[in-house]
């Protein structure tokens, strides 16, 4: 019976090793997935960063004229509410 | 328990309780005994300790301090940093590369081109082939010095002893295009690569600047260079030049370091998030885009007007600002040159270009002659070429050219001398003023004086240095400089000056111009100094002042503001004469060019503001002409500044409109 209980622990202190050194593996690995996810995140991130650059200057001259032709809009609405 | 089973018992959990002792004293002997060190070429030895090894597992990714960002008035962003990654290569030479020369030659001329590829597969390139062998030509005479290729001997053979095994290369800097990005890191996960090619991205930043060609001048530029750290090393480092880009506190942005470690096959994984947006200071300009797009086009199409039309020749430089005159913030600054291209190295006109004045300056002299007593307004001047008073005051002072008017004039009080900018009569209001009293009024108006702006380079003109010398004799300062200084010679200034100076008139001596209204630094906002005030003109003379102006823009024959009094009543059927207020200048100076010597130049300038009773707009222009072509204030440069005048109080009405609404509403729309 001792020597059924010694063997079964140390079964258990080999299991308890063996499961330590796999979570740690599977610790290592998660990380590296959550890298790569990271990594993935930040090239995407630049690259948007890029896009919204290129996208604000490529833009304005439209921005000014929607903005322009709110105005004319807006001053055609007045001088029509001053003449009625 | 048997005294047998006790003693096996005993001996086996003796054997694990050594296994303990054993490691420990392993340890210590590793550790402590036989600790060693490893010799290094020209560094300290390696020790063979625990935090050697744990050093060498560690790993930081260092992200640097972004430059602050630079927003117009209206938070419209005019520079300001975005990440990219600067992409390194850690190159190593297998044992059976470095057995062959021919082999390793190959294997990096394939890794280049493979290099060059992934760095040409930006789908927006025009020409994707010329991009990609441009990157290889590049890629591979970096190889080939790196790894000492020149200097190989012909045939093939082992790699000789003394040249690099390894080499670590800077691809590329500024990467932000994603399939560049992708198409890179696909190289280094290259499996046939593994232990031989290693690529780190190292994140940077690179400098946006929006509507680009609008802000040269008064936003400015960085430049990067290489420079010596305080630990002996040297660090590429980045400062701002020109502009409002020079701004110290643009520097003081916050970096980032994230911890990490490295696997068994020398992958990093980190211990931390990246940080993607890191802190940085804001400094909030007084420029307004949309009237800064208005004045740059305005300049633009009045100086190149003549050109298009082949009638008149075409200026060499202009500049137009639009200051707002509540707060002296500049909300508008437009340079132009002739045949510049790149106007990043060209000057900044506004501030950097100096112009004798001419007229304009008349408005400012008479209000401080009003001041100082020594003008009546009332009192009429005979301003005939050949009249009593030109004969009393003027001639017998023996100045060497005499003064002439553009166009006759006759007897003319103060308000008419403004008006039809008689140089006879402001050389008699000048003569009242004492050498004292004009060294006054220089330094009342701020001539000659820096701009007290945080623009580095900035040009501060100024007169000869014999006006003032004591040593002038008092008869030869009032024949020479008192009548030149009265009509805007002798002396030099800049747009902005020109600007500061109407500003001090109407808000007093200490008003300065600002182009910073303040700085938002770690999530506090720090405000520029508001506009001070210091010692005013009164108000009589600042309304009599204004009232000439006004009448300067009136289609009265001998008013020099009356072409473009007819020119804007044409274009937008708007009578200005009341609206607008303003003087026109006319100068012939001589001025040296490089290349060209001292050369004859036609400066046209005009000076206005709206509304003409309670300014809130001031616009200054100028053009000038290195030639003797026709060139007049009142045609060339009141029109671009009074269609900007106009266009700055239409946008500021619908500005207050939508807020109006807004507020109406309830609600943002």
Partial sequence: MRWLLAGLMFAAFVAIAIFTATLRAENATRRHGLERHTTEVRDRWIELQRLEAVLLDSESWQRLAVAHSRALAAEFERRRGRLQ | MKSGERLRLGFVYGLLGLVPVFLLGWLGYVQVAQAGELDRKGRAPLRLV???????????????????????????????????????????????????????????????????????????????????????????????????????????????????????????????????????RAIG?????????????????????????????????????????????????????????????????????????????????????????????????????????IATDELATQAEAGAKVGKVTVPKWGALVLVEVASGDVVAAASWHRDVDNYKSASFTPYQSLFEPGSIIKPLVCAYALEAGVLDWGHVYDCRPHGSDYRDTIRGLGRRKPVRDDHPCQDLNAHGILVNSSNIGMSLIGLGLAREQWRDYMRFYGFGEGLDLPLPHGRVGGWPRQSFDPSTRLKSFRANSAISFSFGYEFQVTAFHIARAYLRMMRGQDAELRVCRGVELDGKWLPAPRLREGGKLSPRVLAAVRDAMADVMSPAEGATGRHAHRLIAREYGIDIHGLVAGKTGTAASMVGIPGRGRVSVRNASFVGFLPAHAPRWLAVCVLQKDDSARFYGGSYAAPPAVRLLLQAERLAAERRRRQESRVAGGQTR
């Fill in chain 2, 189 to 293: 996960k290259r499996r046939d690569l593994r232990g031989f090619v290693r690529l780190d991205f190292l994140p940077a930043f690179a400098r946006s600047y929006p509507d680009r060609h609008l802000t040269y001048g008064i936003v400015g530029h960085t430049v990067t260079e290489w420079a010596r750290q305080s630990s002996g090393g040297r660090e590429l480092v980045t400062f701002g030049t020109v502009g409002l880009e020079a701004a110290n506190v643009l520097s003081r942005g916050v970096g980032h370091e994230r911890p990490g470690r490295r696997d068994g096959d020398g992958r990093p994984y980190f211990l931390a998030p990246p940080m993607l947006d890191p802190a940085r200071p804001v400094l909030h300009g007084t420029l307004d885009l949309e009237l800064q797009r």
């Fill in chain 2, 50 to 184: 625990a935090a050697t090894a744990a050093r060498q597992g560690a790993v930081v990714e260092r992200t640097p301090a972004p430059r602050g960002s630079i927003v117009d008035r209206n938070g419209q962003p005019l520079a300001f940093d975005r990440p990219v990654y600067e992409v390194r290569a850690w190159i190593g030479l297998s044992k059976k590369r470095r057995a062959s020369t021919v082999a390793m030659r190959e294997w990096l001329d394939g890794l280049a081109r493979d290099f060059a590829v992934a760095l040409a597969s930006d789908p927006e390139l025009a020409d994707r082939g010329v991009a990609r062998r441009k990157h290889e030509e590049r890629l591979r005479k970096l190889i080939t010095r790196e790894f000492g290729m020149q200097r190989l001997p012909a045939g093939d053979r082992a790699l000789p002893e003394g040249f690099p095994r390894s080499a670590e290369l800077r691809l590329a800097g500024e990467v932000d295009v994603l399939p560049v990005i992708d198409a890179l």
